[in-house]
C-alpha cells in the first residue's frame, strides 16, 4: 500500500513537472521568471532577491506559494521552501498569508 502511495506522488510530480516545463505558470508567474530567484531561494547561503526576481515575485499570487510550503515539488528545482517564501518579504512586499 506505501509503495502504491509513493508512486502515486511520484506520477504526480512528473506531470505538474512536465506542465511547467512546457510554459506553464506557477502562482500566476511563468516559472522563466521564477527561475531569476533561484539564488535567494537556495541554501546554504541564499542570494537577496535580484530585482528581476521581486519583479516576478509582485505578479504572483502569494496565498497560492503557501500551498507549496510543504511540497516537495519546490525542492525538485533546487529550491528552499521557508526561502522562497521568504522572498515577498526581502522585495519589500507583504508576507504570504500562510
Known sequence: MEMGKGL???L???GVILQVSNGETICGV???ELVT???AATRPSPAPPSPQCCKAIAKADLKCLCEFKASPFLPTFGLDPPL???IP???GLPNPPC
Do not use: E, G, Y
Request: neutral net charge.
Open 84 to 86: 522562497v517564501l521568504a
Open 12 to 14: 504526480l510530480i512528473f
Open 37 to 39: 530567484c533561484r539564488p
Open 89 to 91: 518579504a526581502k522585495c
Open 8 to 10: 502515486v506522488a511520484f
Open 30 to 32: 511563468d516559472v522563466d
